[in-house]
């Protein structure tokens, strides 16, 4: 069977890339040199973001890829991330920076150790201080995982990792965003993208970390064998059809305009006025549309309106039917939980370096939270902190009279899912007979450009220098070799349109 090609071609892709780390994690060699990507770095990570796109079109065939295949920098940003969305995989610089100066110290001083299965995993009653390990283990099992944002640390730790790692490890869920699970509640987004990857990468043998949006992930998991897959798929892509719908009518109108340009001025017009300013690129873009377009931009406006009135209750609808019906809760219970869960995801992400909050909130009961919880650095809640708290208990106190059920904590409101799901395993429903043809083809192409990159790596005595070295050169001549192909295509054009005027010696 062709899937089974598949997953031996990304078994050796795999292996490949962990060599080509290997080499540059002893040299600390980050990607990012003197402002620029380098360009065999950038390649890898175009080569895996593409691989991941085309098999999430054969998983998922009745979506279209919402966002491009490319890669690119971002602004600098208070702290160092990579996502995925309309443009792309977008990396923030400094990202090496981030992981020595603020991850490795951090995790050397705060509760790393490696399990009995060799893996790094983090727990706050570890305080000595620890050093890289070599000859750690990765987890194979995605879907289920119960590791979490502090485990993933632990992990950099134990590897000495670089930013590429980072990436390597994230850009598979990455790419589901750039797919098409976009928009809708926070909590929801993030746990159907990390759950919707892990089951595929499982499937094909993508390498990610299964280490991102942890209780999202499980809670979604949980989900799908209350409600089905394929309810919990069509909510997470809602979006995508909700353009494709909305959009059609625009294109048929103005056959010069793609849905690639429609999206982006939909997205655009999405923002909010302190975003937009502060993504220049997107904000002159929309103004030159709108003077070329002011009749379009005004339809775009009124869809946005009619997207933000759906993107809640409409989006969720058919799930939230059968979770209330199949759970025997009363109607409307699911957006309750929508809602606590928002808050959850809101709590959260108020305290994000805080090594032990993240958990707490879904193990602790709701009193545990408001009476006298300290963070990791000793401080207490903030009003903020609070607010939310006291939104959270006055739904639990709804959602229990309302169900005559008792909810104070995560562990509470799981209670009614876990019952119903006992008996009931998850079924992934995955064709494992489709047309793999052009990821085997792909495929093949990663492999041949890895097997260059690693001869290249193992040349005698290759230092960091010359790994720089060549990246800038790669660089220049990637940028000499657009230039002359541009002035070659110039050439030719202005050549054919000498030959279509009337010159007598032509």
């Known amino acids: 069977m062709q899937i089974e090609d598949v997953i031996k071609n990304n078994n050796t892709i795999n292996r490949m890339i962990e060599k080509i780390l ?5 040299q600390r060699i980050p990607f990012e040199i003197d402002g620029e990507m380098d360009a065999q770095v950038r390649e890898i990570f175009e080569m895996e973001t593409k691989k991941c796109l085309q098999l999430y079109k054969i998983e998922f065939p009745n979506y279209e890829r919402q966002g491009k295949e490319g890669v690119s920098f971002v602004g600098q940003k208070e702290t160092a991330d990579c996502y995925g969305g309309i443009d792309g995989l977008l990396l923030t610089k400094g990202m090496q920076k981030f992981v020595d100066s603020i991850i490795i110290p ?13 893996i790094p995993c983090f727990d706050p009653k570890e ?24 485990d993933y640390f632990a992990s950099l730790l134990a590897k000495n990792g670089i930013d590429m790692d980072w990436v390597i490890d994230a850009l598979p869920h990455e790419a589901m965003h750039t797919f098409g699970v976009t928009g809708g509640n926070a909590f929801f987004k993030e746990g159907i993208t990390e759950e919707l990857t892990r089951e595929v990468c499982e499937k094909y043998g993508i390498h990610m970390s299964p280490t991102s949006h942890t209780q999202e992930a499980e809670f979604v998991r949980k989900l799908e064998m209350v409600v089905g897959r394929d309810k919990v798929i ?14 059609r009518e625009i294109m048929e109108n103005n056959p010069d305009l793609t849905y690639e340009k429609l999206s982006k001025i939909f997205e655009a017009l999405k923002y909010e006025p302190s975003k937009l300013e502060g993504d220049p690129e997107s904000k002159k ?34 799930v939230a039917e059968t979770f209330d019906e199949r759970l025997g809760l009363k109607s409307g219970s699911f957006f309750k939980y929508v809602e606590i869960l928002d808050n959850f995801y809101s709590l959260t992400g108020n305290h994000k370096t805080d090594s032990v909050f993240y958990r707490d909130v879904y193990r602790l009961s709701l009193d545990e939270l408001q009476d ?14 609070k607010n939310i708290l006291s939104r959270i208990g006055t739904l639990y106190k709804e959602l229990s009279q309302e169900n005559n ?18 008996d009931k395993s998850l079924d992934l429903n995955m064709d494992q007979n489709a047309d793999y043809s052009s990821i085997l083809s792909s495929q093949q192409e990663e492999i041949e450009k890895l097997s260059e990159i690693i001869k290249m790596y193992e040349e005698p005595k290759i230092d960091r220098a010359d790994v720089i070295a060549t990246a800038k050169k790669d660089s220049v001549v990637n940028e000499k070799e657009n230039a002359m192909e541009a002035r070659t295509r110039e050439e030719k054009d202005m050549e054919s349109e000498l030959k279509q005027t009337d010159f007598p010696n032509l």
Do not use: C
Request: zero cysteines; charged letters at 35%.
């Open 285 to 318: 873009e929309l103004e030159e549309f709108t003077a070329e377009h002011p009749e379009i931009v005004k339809t775009l406006s009124e869809k946005v309106l009619l997207h933000r009135k759906g993107d809640g209750n409409q989006r969720y609808a058919e």
């Open 127 to 150: 305080n000595d201080l620890h050093e890289p390990t070599p000859n750690t283990n990765f987890p194979q099992k995605y879907v289920g995982s119960t590791r979490d944002q502090m």
């Open 372 to 385: 006298g919880y300290h963070l990791y650095d000793g401080k207490e809640l903030n009003d903020k902190d």
């Open 22 to 26: 290997e080499i540059r994690r002893k």
């Open 405 to 422: 059920i008792q909810i104070n904590g995560f562990q509470d409101l799981m209670r009614p899912i876990h019952e119903y799901i006992k």
């Open 234 to 247: 069509e909510s997470g892509m809602w979006t995508g059809k909700f353009k494709e719908k909305h959009f």
């Open 106 to 118: 951090t995790m050397k001083k705060r509760g790393y150790f490696i399990n009995e299965n060799g």
